[in-house]
């Protein structure tokens, strides 16, 4: 067995030798990954350090949650709408081929993709909004998807023990931020886990608070964040009729295309011709103004359409009556509501005194699933039950 360890540990090391001997000198080596407590796993296994963190994230509870979480379209008829699912393999691959044209650590950028979007809650956007109205009406602040996916990743999975994430690709899966749009990234290095901390805090006390990744991979990650969904999404659109291609600005279709393919394939090049051997990474003028243009596009003629909101009044009711009615089932400890039974039954009691009753609530409603989320509201909404006689 010995013999068999000493061997992989061996493999591991020329692998490590191997990828600081080819990677950029702007790249992220494995060999520099810092968690915050030990970890036997990562210092004795033989996976590289990145690549382990991608396999973290993969086989948690929360990635597995992802399959049924929407993008953008909600309670819609169509099984071919994106769900978030998707959204982030498509960040991870398209983040992944423009790491390996850059000579950047695709293992960082796949586990940043990845554990991304883990603490988005049901129904995309408008569901944070709805949360985060009743995280501030008790006390916990704003609800930010980005801090709460750090916080699932450190506080909640595995019992409430977290995954022992690099600080790596904790602080990219903190500074993502796709809706904000920066034509040019360059990375604020050699922080440290007190810093991330401190962002951490800063970030939820203001929530416009910019903030910068530490690595050129997690600048990447940012960037292939809106690279992923903006032709995306407009497919989306244009397939439950809200919108038509010929009417997308002429300045976008002359420098980005009229579809999916086409804008990533562009936007991707630019990416590349533009940041090759540069320590950071962004779009030219011409190209980054149109891309800017169709995030504009998207927003007043997708994301801003009442059409796709039509439900969401039922919504947000919906968040209204789940959070009050579990943060009052928690209060009283009614263990026989679902809070307790599935959700609280698996986490350890530090998690459990170290949250208030609120946040409990909080991370509950977050991890939820769309379909989960409807099932238990129609519980309480139109209970139905077996009767135990017939009169």
Known sequence: MDN???????????????????????????????????????????????????????????????????????????????????????????????????????DLIEAMALAHDIGHPPFGHDGETFLSRKCVEHGLGPYLHNLQSVHFLEKVEKGGRGLNLSLQ???????????????????QPDKTFEQLDRELSAKQAEPRLPLTPMTLEGCVVRICDTVAYIGRDLEDAIAVGLIRRENLPDKVREVLGDTNGTIVYRLVEDLVM????????????????????????????????????????????????????YLEDCEKGREESPIFCEFLKNLSPKYKKNNPPAALVRDFLAGMTDEYFLRRYKDLTWPYRLPSRLD
Do not use: W
Request: charged content about 30%; aromatic content about 6%; hydrophobic content about 40%.
């Open 4 to 106: 068999r360890q000493d061997a992989l540990l061996s493999i591991r090391r020329r692998l490590e030798e191997e990828e600081e001997a080819r990677l950029s000198p702007y790249a992220c080596p494995s060999v520099r990954a810092i968690r915050r407590r030990p970890d036997p796993a990562a210092e004795s296994g033989h996976r590289l350090a990145f690549a382990l963190d991608a396999d973290r994230v993969l086989h948690s509870l929360a990635y597995t949650r992802y399959i049924d979480k929407t993008q953008v379209f909600s309670l819609m008829d169509n099984d071919h709408i994106t769900h978030r699912v998707l959204h982030v393999q498509l960040v991870s691959k398209i983040g992944r081929t423009i790491g390996r044209l850059l000579g950047l650590n695709e």
């Open 169 to 187: 690709v904790l602080d990219g899966v903190m500074c993502h931020d796709g809706e904000v749009h920066t034509a040019r990234l360059k990375p």
């Open 274 to 325: 533009q940041s090759a051997g540069t320590p950071s990474v962004g779009f030219s003028a011409a190209v980054g103004q149109a891309l800017g243009e169709l995030k504009r596009y998207n927003l007043e003629n997708i994301y801003l359409d009442p059409r796709i909101k039509s439900q969401h009044a039922k919504i947000e009711k919906a968040f209204d009556l789940l959070f009050e009615h």
